[in-house]
């Protein structure tokens, strides 16, 4: 949600003029009850129902030549996807609040959708219609005991926004203080419950399915899911996410986090210094403060580093809906609902993978993605590893300060669509940021580059010059001589070993082709249908024979059985069927 996002140049009413326009627009277009508090658990059972098995037989189409109108091509598979990619979308949005968000989170799992879902998904936002006075008015008065005139003094009616989770209005505290209140959707919680109750057990059908579940850990990103939006909805957990971002800035006077007022906040109701800005995206208006885009392009870029690698608690979603300029050209954050925190563990096996990179190891790399199991192992990674080894390639031609994010990311989600990748939420947030902070860049500043402003950043991870994260590289290098060292001076001892056991035969070779493996059983699978076919076709013929002559009652017997082959070569063409299609 990104509500707390103000103009000082736009009036009061501007503003609520614009709220009731955008409520009326959207009322007209989505279906979702949005201001009910009870919801029919039947209702929400078949919408879902429906929508997850039309979506997976749309896929299942997607891989059958035969149901593309006068002949398949990859052109028509394209536009099909993309057209399938609106439809889910709005499907989402349709759905509710659940939905939208569990449609932006997989907005970034390159490694479960292909581009053209991933793309659509990206654009999905929650502007929806605002609920009623009457509902925050109740919503307040409930969490806090009190009537709404003994907490707050001119409390605006109208939401100066809306989304899917809550909205805020403007008031003003007794002592004085201006605030902004943010007050979650009537009924969230219900529906949060009823509707992940019901995608467990879509999970749990997905998990079993012999297709859907080749390569994909179903249940682990349910489970995942559930503790992002719980959080999300948690206004607690925001307002400490708040407090924890703002004391990490606490040294650097450019960047601005509104204050929580924790006497009027509870889990549905969030109270903020209001900390009016200039949007990071309206360029006319910053041009009219007098303030420099392209210092702020490079200013956002280095706020976003300054997380990652000073504390590794970031901020999950920085769109320019959350992110404003104050007249004196500091940064504002707002809406600390989805937060990332990268543990001190996770950065020192990304400095081996950060090593492997540099040294164009492959090798290296697939082992430090499997340690930080962002990587399934396999029996055989020779195909991940020259992928990687191939990216490797093509990535370091260019110097580091000439890369561009886009074209990494593009690359990256390339690399991990139909491979054993699982991306965790913090790295897919992370790249999404990345991505996002290029756009604002780009946009304030045509010229902008993010990777020349992150290499004094990527140095100074290098270097270690704090010295309070992951390893020097004066230190690893010393490591990899030592291990380089003893394989050197063991490596004569290991090949004399190896000499005797050949003499003695102790040493056996095998060999294994993955592809030959999986041809002969497929033409094993091809063999036993073939016995199938012949089977029920012989007790097909006895049966109409039986019939021809009259003896009804063996006629039907003989068709009876004729099913248990007929089933049996079904369930194989299935399995077969399987080989060829991909997710």
Not at 264 to 281: A, D, F, N
Request: hydrophobic share 40%.
């Amino acid at each position: 949600m990104s509500p707390l996002s103000f103009n000082v140049n736009s009036s009061y009413s501007t503003k609520t003029t614009l709220v009731s326009n955008d409520v009326t627009k959207l009322e007209n277009t989505h279906k979702f009850p949005w201001n009910q508090e009870k919801y029919s658990i039947n209702r929400r059972r078949l919408d879902i129902w429906w929508f997850v098995l039309t979506l997976i037989t749309q896929f299942w189409l997607n891989g059958k030549k035969w149901s593309y109108r006068g002949g398949y091509s990859e052109e028509k598979e394209t536009a099909r996807r993309q057209k399938q990619a609106v439809w889910i979308r709005e499907s989402l949005l349709d759905l509710g609040p659940t939905f939208i968000k569990i449609g932006q989170l997989f907005s970034t799992r390159a490694d479960l959708f292909s581009a053209e879902y991933v793309a659509e998904l990206s654009k999905l936002q929650d502007k929806v219609p605002a609920f009623t006075y009457e509902q925050v008015i109740t919503t307040i008065e409930r969490d806090f005991r009190k009537p709404l005139p003994k907490l707050f003094h001119n409390f605006a009616p109208i939401p100066i926004a809306a989304a899917s989770l809550g909205q805020v209005h403007k008031a003003q505290l007794h002592s004085g203080e201006e605030v902004v209140v943010k007050i979650q959707r009537p009924g969230l919680k219900q529906l949060f419950t009823i509707d992940l109750a019901i995608l467990k057990r879509i999970t749990h059908y997905l998990q079993n399915h012999p297709r859907w579940s080749k390569g994909r850990d179903w249940t682990g990103i349910y489970e995942e899911c559930c503790r992002i939006l719980w959080l999300e909805i948690d206004y607690l957990n925001e307002g400490q996410n708040a407090d924890t971002f703002r004391r990490n800035f606490r040294d650097e006077d450019w960047v601005k986090v509104p204050r929580i007022y924790w006497r009027y906040t509870s889990p549905r109701v969030l109270t903020l210094e209001y900390m009016p800005g200039i949007k990071i995206s309206h360029y006319e208006k910053l041009e009219a403060a007098g303030l420099n885009r392209k210092i702020l392009a490079r200013l956002g870029a280095k706020a976003y580093l300054y997380q990652l690698l000073n504390s590794g608690f970031f901020h999950a979603d920085p769109h320019p809906g959350n992110i404003a300029v104050s007249t004196d050209g500091s940064l504002i954050f707002y809406d600390f609902g989805m937060m990332g925190r990268i543990s001190a563990n996770v950065r020192e096996k990304l400095m081996d993978a950060l090593f492997g990179i540099v040294q164009k190891d492959a090798a290296q790399v697939v082992s430090s993605l499997v340690a930080l199991d962002t990587l399934s192992p396999a029996d055989d990674m020779g195909p991940v590893r020259r992928s990687i080894q191939f990216m490797l390639d093509n990535f370091m031609e260019k110097p580091f300060e000439e890369q561009s994010i886009s074209q990494i990311s593009d690359d990256l989600y390339e690399l991990v669509h139909n491979q054993p990748f699982r991306l965790p939420a913090t790295f897919t947030f992370v790249i999404r940021a990345f991505l996002t902070i290029e756009g604002i860049g780009k946009g304030l500043d045509p010229d902008f580059n993010f990777m020349e402003v992150a290499q004094p950043f990527a140095m100074k991870l290098m270097t270690n010059i704090n010295g309070n994260s992951g390893i020097s590289v004066l230190n690893e290098l010393g490591r990899h001589a030592v291990q380089v060292s003893n394989t050197a001076l063991g490596l004569p001892r290991q090949i004399d070993d190896t000499i005797k056991k050949l003499d003695r035969g102790d040493i056996r070779v095998r060999v294994r082709s993955v592809e030959s493996d999986r041809l002969l059983r497929r033409l094993g699978m091809i063999q036993m249908g073939t016995n199938y076919i012949i089977i029920t076709s012989a007790l097909v013929i006895s049966a109409a024979l039986l019939f021809v002559n009259g003896s009804l009652l063996l006629a039907i017997a003989t068709v009876i059985i004729a099913l248990v082959p007929a089933w049996a070569l079904f369930r194989l063409l299935r399995r077969l069927d399987s080989l060829d299609i991909t997710f």
